[in-house]
T-cell receptor, first 117, second 113 residues
């Protein structure tokens, strides 16, 4: 696609429920990133995929959070037993490569706003 | 995060220059970025600077880097109402520290006509 697409754009759920958030990166981009943005804060890194594998998952806050990218394209962020503190905008970004370079530009999606009641 | 500090708000009049400031703690960062976020839209990369540069100019945007003081600024000349948004100062951690992007809290720029 032309940009990074995230669905749903808004998700309201109840405490304790399971949630899946989907990211469709730009076609051909091998690197995919998940960030979480709480109200009034900057985005915080969660996980980075290079192809199908998670190259860095050091930002996942606990074992309730998990992400997959089985075919190296679409990624799903999964949150089990949601808590009110999980409420945030979850941002996905992709880049052509995972190369360590200033020119390796990340393109962000509009985000999925998760509200846990 | 606490590694990157920005003032939260800035208000200017249309046509004036805006200067958004940022201080950081990680001296090993080799790339420093400015991202713009508008309501309902994705984060948009405005510009970036490599740590061995002290200035970069791109049309209305001027980035200044003072590596000694760990201070980065973004100057927007002839600010327009369409420039109203949140601006994030972003560092890229060194390669041996994972290379991830670290965002500041963001500065909300309000441009009054």
């Amino acid at each position: 696609g032309a940009g990074v697409s995230q669905t749903p754009s808004n998700k309201v759920t109840e405490k304790g429920k399971y949630v899946e958030l989907r990211c469709d990166p730009i076609s051909g981009h091998t690197a995919l990133y998940w960030y979480r943005q709480s109200l009034g804060q900057g985005p915080e890194f969660l996980i980075y995929f290079q192809g199908t594998g998670a190259a860095d998952d050091s930002g996942l806050p606990n074992d309730r959070f998990f992400a997959v990218r089985p075919e190296g394209s679409v990624s799903t962020l999964k949150i089990q037993r949601t808590e009110r503190g999980d409420s945030a905008v979850y941002l996905c970004a992709s880049s052509l490569t995972g190369e360590y370079s200033g020119a390796n530009v990340l393109t962000f999606g509009a985000g999925s706003r998760l509200t846990v009641l | 995060g606490e590694d990157v500090e920005q003032s939260l708000f800035l208000s200017v009049r249309e046509g004036d220059s805006s200067v958004i400031n940022c201080t950081y703690t990680d001296s090993s960062s080799t790339y420093l970025y400015w991202y713009k976020q508008e309501p309902g839209a994705g984060l948009q990369l405005l510009t970036y600077i490599f740590s061995n540069m002290d200035m970069k100019q791109d049309q209305r945007l001027t980035v200044l880097l003072n590596k000694k003081d760990k201070h980065l600024s973004l100057r927007i000349a002839d600010t327009q109402t369409g420039d109203s948004a949140i601006y994030f100062c972003v560092l890229r951690r060194a390669r041996n520290q994972g290379g991830k992007l670290i965002f500041g809290q963001g500065t909300e720029l309000s441009v009054k006509p």
